[in-house]
């Protein structure tokens, strides 16, 4: 199983920049479809960004949309998040998984539609 760990949380004023990256361990993650998930609290974890095995193909939630982008390096195993324009509202514990198949993810997360998760990297946004 692929072992994920998220980087470069932290706090960030609205229309500042923040990058996060998700390094994953194993010799299999350029075969992995990846996404981007937050979780604010008291609310459901929710989609934000997945990616394809290569990168070609990108999906996004609409809120977020013109402002993240999410990418990967697959010489380095990593997946990164750029969180430009940020909101109050993208406040969250921000993690990364493996999914089955990257594309938009809407309303509750399957279980079965994830591999494995990361710990969770917290992002603040401050006015």
């Known amino acids: 199983q692929v072992q994920l760990v998220e980087s470069g949380g932290g706090l960030v004023q609205t229309g500042g920049s923040l990058r996060l990256s998700c390094a994953a361990s194993g010799r299999t993650f350029s075969s992995y479809a990846m996404g981007w998930f937050r979780q604010a609290p008291g609310k459901e974890r929710e989609f934000v960004a997945s990616i394809n095995w290569s990168g070609g193909l990108t999906y996004y939630t609409a809120s977020v949309k013109g402002r993240f982008t999410i990418s990967r390096d697959n010489a380095k195993n990593t997946v990164y998040l750029q969180m430009n324009n940020p909101k109050h509202e993208d406040t969250a514990v921000y993690y990364c998984?493996?999914?089955?198949?990257?594309?938009?993810?809407?309303?509750?997360?399957?279980?079965?539609?994830?591999?494995?998760w990361g710990q969770g990297t917290q992002v603040t946004v401050s006015s």
């Open positions: 998984a493996t999914m089955v198949v990257a594309g938009v993810v809407t309303g509750a997360v399957s279980p079965g539609s994830i591999g494995s």
